[in-house]
């Protein structure tokens, strides 16, 4: 059974993403050990200057990087990463846990994304779309990918 640890920066504290967030925690228990860190978030201000971001950034990426379980297959969720489709990456969990490596970390950073040595660390960079999402709503979309993606593996029902 895969291990999965989320790694996230800041609290979810909005109650439809804590409910839908728990709701999916919930489905995924048949299929993996799931468990969200929080990584603390900086603050930002409105207009923060080049410098600035780089200071939030490293602030978080170290606490990011103190939560990463050791010899953990890493994935950086990151908009210029590589998008892979729901099928793609059922086969990529799939041959992870063939290969032996349980325990996988999936890295959401914070409103300024994340620190350029955490990308760099990740053994996948993984876009979800070229979008940009909410930190906070990037946790339930990233559940709801992994729940599909183990009902895919099993060759399960779900709807489309």
Do not use: C, W
């Amino acid at each position: 059974m895969l291990h999965l640890t989320i790694v996230a920066v800041g609290r979810v504290r909005e109650k439809y993403l804590v409910a839908g967030i728990e709701e999916y925690l919930k489905r995924l228990r048949p299929y993996a050990r799931v468990r969200i860190l929080e990584a603390p978030e900086e603050k930002v201000p409105d207009k923060p200057s080049p410098a600035g971001v780089e200071q939030i950034l490293a602030s978080e990426g170290r606490g990011i990087g103190r939560l990463i379980p050791p010899s953990s297959f890493t994935v950086a969720l990151d908009r210029e990463g590589v998008m892979l489709s729901s099928e793609e990456l059922a086969g990529r969990l799939a041959d992870l846990a063939l290969a032996g490596k349980n325990e996988v970390a999936l890295i959401i950073g914070g409103t300024l994304g994340l620190a350029t040595f955490i990308l760099q660390q990740a053994d996948l960079r993984l876009s979800f779309s070229r979008f940009t999402f909410p930190h906070q709503l990037m946790r339930l979309i990233l559940l709801e990918q992994l729940y599909r993606a183990f009902k895919i593996q099993r060759g399960e029902t779900y709807h489309r």
